[in-house]
């Protein structure tokens, strides 16, 4: 097994990091540098699904041919969490992985590109490996939106979970990262530690130091599962 975590910042990829007793060996990739620990390679790709993904599709190519291709990718890092099902501090897994302004604006309200005929707005990580991962880590699998532009209101929380009834988180990388590993036919999960509730923005109330430690403790029981988990199961 070969397995990419793609981050936004830093923080978050460090988090991860401490969740091994190894050190990191840095490597450098196009436009980023990836710090290998075990079966892992970390990267800090970016804040937003373009900037996800063209760092997740880099060290993807740079590892095909390079002869050792990834077996798994995955997102992962802190988001906003859709009270109450998500409280700050719980963990979420996707089971899928959904942009939520891929689309256009009509007069009859917003429209996503597959209802426009082309593209995709969700994927969908492996059904067993979210269920395993969501026993050993007491996390809740449900629907992790990505967006560009942080929920800052009430009114815009409840349009999103009124379009996305399923969802529990939301953050801005999920997408992008998902949409690298599909178009190399490499599995995606998404994990996302909640640093804050989906709504107003009250900086007072944010938890990020609290979620970067839900992370790293998320990654020390889930590394195992990962570890031996077969890309041929579903």
């Known amino acids: 097994m070969r397995i990419l975590v793609a981050t936004a910042v830093p923080a978050e990829r460090d988090a991860v990091a401490r969740a091994f007793t190894a050190e990191a060996r840095e490597h ?3 436009g980023a540098s ?4 075990s079966l892992f390679d970390l990267v800090a790709a970016g804040v937003g699904p373009a900037a996800a993904a063209a760092s997740a599709a880099a060290a993807l190519t740079v590892a095909t041919l390079a002869g050792e291709p990834y077996d798994l990718v995955v997102c992962a890092g802190i988001g906003g969490g859709f009270q109450p099902e998500a409280p700050v501090g719980s963990l979420v897994l996707a089971d899928e992985i959904t942009v939520v302004d891929l689309g256009a604006e009509t007069p009859d309200g917003f429209v996503p590109v597959t209802e426009l005929g082309f593209g995709a707005v969700t994927h969908r ?14 996390g809740r699998a449900g629907t992790v939106l990505t967006v560009n532009t942080v929920t800052g209101s009430t009114e815009r929380a409840a349009e999103l ?7 529990l988180a939301e953050a801005m990388e999920g997408f992008g990262v998902a949409a690298a590993a599909t178009a190399h036919g490499v599995p995606v999960l998404e994990i996302r530690a909640v640093s804050n ?17 839900a992370l790293t403790e998320a990654f020390g029981k889930l590394a195992p599962v990962l570890e031996s988990w077969s890309p041929h199961e579903s």
């Open 161 to 167: 979970r009124r379009r996305h009834p399923r969802a």
């Open 34 to 37: 990836l710090h290998r620990i």
């Open 197 to 213: 509730p989906v709504g107003p923005r009250d900086r007072a109330a944010w938890r990020i130091a609290d979620a970067l430690a």
């Open 28 to 30: 450098a990739i196009p």
């Open 125 to 138: 990580p492996p059904e067993t490996l979210v269920r395993d991962l969501a026993v050993v880590t007491g």
